[in-house]
């Protein structure tokens, strides 16, 4: 129901739903080689209940691959936290509110 056949039901099996050549793809592949995927008799609970984005290896839209081996190959992940941390400083200041850590910084 979630792949072909949600696809089926929207008229877009054409174009979606499976994994085939010609067709728009998005899926990941997830790490299962962790000490919290034990015992793996049950992946589909160790996925829903102890995996984490940590365990993300690779990432596929669109049939384009854009993370492989915890890697982005697309984005500058430095200057997106770099940007990120300017972005949130402008905003407090802009807001007037006064953000003070709760542990010492010096």
């Known amino acids: 129901m979630a792949t072909i056949g949600g696809a089926r039901a929207l008229s877009m099996d054409h174009l979606i739903g499976s994994i085939e050549v010609g067709k728009r793809a998005d899926f990941l592949v997830i790490r299962t080689d962790g000490p919290h995927w034990t015992p793996a008799e049950y ?31 697309h984005i500058d992940e430095e200057q997106v936290l770099r940007d990120a941390a300017r972005d949130s400083r402008s905003l407090y200041e802009r807001t007037g509110l006064e953000v003070r850590s709760l542990w010492p910084m010096e």
Do not use: F, H, W
Request: glycine share 10%; net charge negative; aromatic share 4%.
């Open 43 to 73: 992946p589909v609970s160790n996925l829903v209940y102890s995996a984490s984005g940590a365990d993300v290896d690779t990432v596929v839209i669109d049939g384009k691959i854009v993370m492989e081996g915890r890697e982005l190959l």
